[in-house]
């Protein structure tokens, strides 16, 4: 395929992925989807390989791949089939992330193609409102479903199992929607351009290939390790280590995971496919902008992980929060070695933590009609060589909105008192950290909260010689004015007056104040 | 003519180098006249262009003006000092933004620094609830101490957004009030006069730029007027596309940020409704980005644009903008793909061809070296392009990716292309729309270049390329009608609106919205048409759907099929078992201009050729014939042709042929090819 046709298909397959996430975006019904955008979309070829991936959220970015090849050994999939999926060891990454996989086939009906997306569901049952709870298994975290093909019945058991029913039954037929039009604009290309659109697929990807080589080829070679950690689980296991040796080889990268805690009892281990997404993460930050996201560049890196740990967790391991948490701290680990070997380049650590926080109850306003709600907060960004951090972002693995405090008042029977810069929480240093984020919530009747952090104890580092920012705090102010400090991972009853309050941490300073204040 | 003829009309667009006016007597008669613009003071070039366009004893009854005075303050960031006043607690809010960051990944996470300084944020103590209910109420103690604390700044405009101001806007009013009173300089701006739409952060951030540039824009207008003091009226285009007197547009300014490109897609719908045509894709090629569009009858609105990085919650004519245009740079990336642009050579040095030092292959330079923009017929002959210096920056880019020169001509040609189609896709597809039910309308510098091979890629069937493609926009300003736009968030269920509970809100709603109408536009009165934007109970995006209610008839049509119809074409489902909410009510107050006639074209005479030439429109070197636009006739001419004419060229390659109809170019593919 010549240089031009490749840029031709470049933009014809991203604005098939995009036009897919726009139909999900706008027509779904939980705030996490249409307002946050915790969503992705991609295309694959017949293979499960990528061809392309609209830019959404990076946490989806190798996992989805991986959510293809479980369907598609699962279910042998006819035209009109969709395959749903969430179960984390079978191609999954945490329970509410729910996927839909869908076969594209030609006139002859040979399986050429496959469409999918993956979106954050509020509730899909388990302990806590929100299914992102303290658990230590995977059946104590909401509905667990292993490929299966989509039917009414399905629909139905996904309803039943959510403490939000009607919200699910109406982001499910969005999630249908954004695939079938996938589907719709691929059979559409294939009439008019016929199976050059299969080769272009793979020119592609070789593309991606040669492309991500060429800057592996340009960095220093050698082997690198940096290691950080867990603060905890939620319940014994503290200081949990995850170790990285990154070996920058000729054109390939090594990045070996094996030497990382075994998993833990509570739910922040990852199953692979996260590990894998977190560490693509931070060697597609490396390279130049024009490279295409697609399966080609994920061929040079290899990932080693070692099973039963947990950064690559096996059944029944509780996994809710490692999607959200631990791969922030895989980032860390993967940049911190790349530091080494790239001074010049790496950023101090980001915050660190995606803030969960998930409110649940019944709403007074509304008859008592049951609620569970999602956020989370951003942080401070690390600063870099030549650069400050940028305060009040959300970093590295997720890039989700927050939701706006009018629409969040209006949909649920709480306020939001305060949100603010944190000021002070980034890390000093010739380069200043970002600072991180005041959010304090008021209620106006019970609820559940589940509070899921990190960089609470253990800060974000610093580089260089900058310091390292300030850690987040947790706290829970009774009515009566009384307040406490909560752990990095609870989940408490709060009742009417009571104050919820998120100070999230800023991002690590880079190189030596050059004056002592 | 004795007597001073106070009917002429005129359209002015001030570009970054040109500044464009058109004139229109009665009888339709049109003469234009280009001119330098003078970007330290806007107005003088203007003052000095429609001086230059009228006769002995001729005076303008209007000057209708596109204006980028506030567009040109926000992104040069030269505007006010602003205070920014809201919610205590909420100091920080223009800094929160969505806590998102506009790339994904890049290490370093770069954000547009706010409007406002940190030092002139200050907090009130008061608070509504969403429903605009009292939760804490705003003293008069309260409001002096805040007029005090900003009084002790050097702030030049007070922007006041507080939360749920959208849904209750007495806080907000009384504390303009007092901010008003205190100093008559200062320039206010309340949340809720800019929009009365929900999302703070999206509200404030329009009422920072409404207050950022009011000043400047203030300024501006009163040298402008005066300049024009022998104009009967005055009066600039907005981003949506409709006009208002210079005085209103002082007081929101904001509505004026995106009036440069909105001409265009003005001048598009009009010159395509003089031949009869609706559906319309308006494509504005120019030097450093393409701006796509898509109209049915009239420009599609969007209140969810940015301008600069920061969001703006006003009506504007939904504009796509990709970062390719005729000055956009090629070049081969790290895994050997061609790419074009976002790096563009702008005007300054420009293209190779121009020879003022540019050094890299361009869109322009490809079509100079293949021929399709012929080097002694740009700018109608007044400037001569460099053929062998263009072709030989597309050669050095050839050798890199070891193809012939030609092959990497038509390459680039290609890729720009594709990234205009993904454009299209974005505003046709994306939203429901199928680009073969369209017109393109191409103009802009480059537009005729482009547009049929890109209506090639998807599939269309028609080109428009309107008379003086090249100002286009001020042929819009000219003929634009006065409108304003006024919306209210409403959040309630639809049935309740239609007969029950909240009924008798709406209807005062509307009764509010159409007595601010009829007050801020005087007489005539203008034409009212009101729009219900409309989601299933718990979805986030709406649908507008067009209705006839008005304040005054208890009975109303129920919009749900309508809304559900076009839910079902944009998302492919209808959800019956899910309730309609009336998210917000829109009222279009339109006072039309009178219809003049159009100019005559000339038609039905021989096209004259001037000459043949050896061309490579794409498929190989051709004969191809170059012909003047005056010299093309309302008798169908055959491709490959290529039409100069002053502002810009055309292509017509093979299979497509041209006639020219009420002064416009209309190309039309033959069936098959």
């Keep these: 395929m010549n240089p031009f046709e490749l ?37 694959f070829d017949g293979a499960g390989e990528m061809v392309a991936q609209a830019a959404h959220i990076p946490v989806h970015l190798g996992s989805t791949p991986m959510s293809v090849a479980a369907a598609r050994d699962a279910v042998e999939m006819m035209p009109g089939d969709q395959v749903v999926l969430n179960d984390p060891f079978a191609g999954g990454t945490h329970l509410p992330d729910i996927t839909m996989v869908a076969p594209v086939f030609d006139e002859q009906k040979r399986l050429i193609f496959f ?15 929100g299914s992102l709870p303290l658990s230590r298994s995977i059946e104590e975290e909401g509905l667990r479903i292993s490929p299966r093909r989509w039917s009414k019945a399905l629909e139905e058991e996904i309803a039943v199992a959510s403490r939000t029913p009607q919200e699910r039954r109406g982001d499910l037929r969005a999630q249908l929607a954004a695939n079938r039009r996938g589907i719709v604009r691929l059979q559409e290309e294939l009439q008019r351009r016929g199976p050059e659109l299969l080769s272009a697929a793979s020119a592609l990807q070789e593309h991606s290939e040669k492309f991500m080589r060429r800057t592996l080829s340009a960095m220093p070679q050698g082997e690198w390790e940096f290691v950080d950690y867990m603060e905890d689980d939620g319940f014994e296991a503290e200081m949990i280590p995850i170790k990285a040796r990154v070996s920058l080889k000729g054109d390939r990268a090594v990045v070996d995971f094996s030497e990382s805690a075994p998993q833990v009892e509570g739910p922040v281990n990852v199953p692979r496919a996260v590990t894998v997404s977190a560490t693509l993460y931070a060697f597609r930050c490396l390279a130049d902008r024009d490279l295409p996201s697609n399966g080609g560049y994920m061929r040079c890196i290899e990932i080693r992980t070692r099973p039963d740990t947990i950064v690559d967790a096996s059944f029944p391991a509780a996994v809710a929060i490692g999607n959200v948490e631990t791969s922030q701290r895989i980032t860390d680990v993967v940049l911190g ?5 790239l001074p010049e380049r790496i950023p101090a650590a980001s915050c660190g933590s995606m803030n969960n926080l998930t409110i649940g109850g019944a709403d007074s306003r509304h008859e008592g009609l049951a609620f569970a709600y999602y956020e989370t907060i951003a942080g401070g960004s690390g600063a870099g060589p030549g650069f400050d951090g940028q305060s009040a972002v959300h970093t590295h693995m997720t890039n989700t909105l927050n939701t706006p405090v009018e629409a969040l008042e209006h949909a649920y029977p709480f306020r939001v008192e305060e949100y603010s810069i944190r000021r002070g929480s980034g890390g000093e240093g ?47 102010i009774r009515a009566d004015g009384s307040s406490e400090q909560l752990a990095g991972k609870t989940v408490v009853e709060v009742k009417a007056g009571d104050r919820i309050s998120m100070e999230t941490p800023g991002g690590g300073g880079f190189g030596a104040l050059r004056f002592q204040k | 003519m004795g007597e001073r003829d106070k009917t002429t009309r005129v359209g002015v667009d001030t570009g970054g180098t040109f500044t464009d006016v058109i004139k229109q007597r009665t009888d339709g008669s049109v003469e234009i006249h280009k001119l330098l613009s003078t970007p330290d003071d806007p107005s003088r070039a203007i003052g000095d262009g429609v001086s230059a366009i009228l006769g002995p004893g001729e005076a303008a009854k209007e000057v209708i003006h596109g204006t980028t005075v506030a567009t040109n303050a926000l992104l040069e960031r030269q505007g006010a000092k602003l205070a920014f006043i809201t919610t205590r607690g909420f100091e920080d809010l223009l800094w929160m933004r969505r806590q998102t960051r506009p790339e994904l990944y890049a290490l370093r996470v770069q954000l547009e620094p706010p409007l406002v300084d940190e030092s002139r944020c200050f907090g009130v103590r008061e608070r509504l609830g969403a429903s605009g209910e009292v939760i804490e109420a705003l003293t008069e103690d309260e409001i002096q101490r805040v007029v005090e604390d900003v009084s002790r700044t050097d702030a030049e405009a007070v922007v006041i957004c507080l939360l749920h101001a959208y849904k209750n806007g007495e806080h907000e009013e009384r504390l303009g009030r007092a901010f008003r009173e205190h100093k008559k300089e200062w320039h206010i701006t309340t949340s809720r006069e800019v929009t009365a739409t929900f999302r703070e952060y999206e509200r404030a951030s329009t009422s920072a730029i409404n207050g950022y540039v009011g000043p400047v824009m203030a300024r501006y207008l009163a040298r402008l007027t005066e300049r024009l003091s022998e104009v009967e009226r005055v009066e600039i285009l907005q981003s949506h596309g409709g006009r208002v007197s210079a005085e209103h547009a002082g007081l929101l300014p904001v509505h004026t940020v995106l009036s440069g490109p909105a001409g265009g897609v003005v001048g598009a719908v009009q010159a395509a409704r003089e031949i009869g045509f609706d559906r319309i894709i308006s494509f504005d090629m120019g030097g450093t980005s393409t701006d796509v569009s898509l109209a049915e009858g009239e420009p599609t609105l969007t209140e969810e644009s940015t301008i600069g990085g920061l969001p703006l919650q006003v009506p504007v004519i939904d504009i796509f903008t990709v970062g390719a245009g005729g000055g956009s740079i090629a070049y081969v990336d790290a895994g050997g793909a061609l790419k074009v642009g976002p790096r563009s050579a702008g005007a300054d040095p420009g293209p190779v061809a121009y020879g003022r030092g540019g050094r890299e292959p361009t869109v322009t330079d490809a079509h100079v070296a293949l021929g399709s923009l012929p080097v002694d017929r740009f700018l109608g002959g007044r400037m001569t392009l460099d053929r062998e210096a263009a072709k030989n920056a597309v050669e050095t880019l050839a050798e890199e990716l070891n193809l012939g020169w030609r092959e990497t001509a038509r390459g680039i040609l290609k890729v720009a292309d594709s990234a205009m189609a993904r454009a299209i896709k974005v505003i046709s597809l994306e939203r429901g729309h199928d680009p073969r039910d369209y017109t393109l309308v191409a103009f802009g510098g480059a537009g005729g270049l482009h547009a049929c091979r890109l209506a090639e890629i998807l599939d269309m069937r028609q080109v428009l390329i309107p008379r003086f493609p090249g100002i286009l926009s001020a042929v819009g300003m000219l003929r634009s009608e006065a409108r304003r736009i006024y919306s209210q968030t409403i959040l309630r269920p639809l049935d309740s609106c239609l007969s029950g509970e909240d009924h008798r809100i709406v209807r005062e709603t509307m009764r509010g919205l159409e007595s601010t109408a009829r007050q801020k536009m005087g007489k005539p009165e203008p034409q009212g048409a009101w729009t219900a934007a409309l989601r299933y109970e ?35 489902y209808i959800a019956a078992d899910r309730g309609v909410e009336l998210v917000d009510i829109r009222l279009s107050a339109t006072r039309e201009v009178p219809e003049w006639p159009a100019g005559a074209g000339q038609e039905n ?55 020219s109809t009420k002064g416009h170019l209309l190309a039309i593919r033959e069936e098959g090819a």
């Design chain 1, 430 to 476: 010739e380069f200043r950290g970002g600072d991180g984020v005041v959010r304090r919530y008021i209620f106006d009747s019970p609820a559940t909260v589940a509070v899921m952090t990190e960089r609470r104890k253990r800060a974000p580092y610093g580089l260089a010689g900058g310091e390292s920012a300030a850690v987040g705090v947790n706290l829970l």
């Design chain 1, 115 to 129: 469409v999918a997306n993956r979106a954050h569901h509020a509730d899909v049952g388990g302990i806590t409102p």
């Design chain 2, 538 to 572: 718990g979805q986030s995006f709406s649908i507008a759907v067009e209705v006839d209610w008005t304040a005054d008839a208890e009975d109303w049509m129920d919009p749900r099929a309508d809304f559900e119809e076009e839910h079902e074409r944009l998302y492919g």
């Design chain 1, 337 to 341: 070695a790349l530091a080494q070997a």
């Design chain 1, 7 to 43: 840029e031709v298909y470049r933009n014809l397959f991203a604005s098939i992925a995009e036009e897919m996430g726009v139909v999900l975006m706008r027509s779904s019904f939980s705030p996490n989807i249409k307002e946050r955008r915790d969503f992705s979309c991609a295309l």
């Design chain 2, 605 to 659: 005479r021989r096209e004259e050729i001037i000459e043949q030439r050896r061309i490579d429109l794409g498929e190989g070197l051709e004969d191809v014939s170059l012909c003047r636009r005056e010299g093309l006739s309302g008798l169908a001419s055959a491709g490959p042709l290529v039409v100069t004419e002053y502002s810009g060229t055309a292509v017509i390659p093979r299979g497509w042929s041209v006639t």
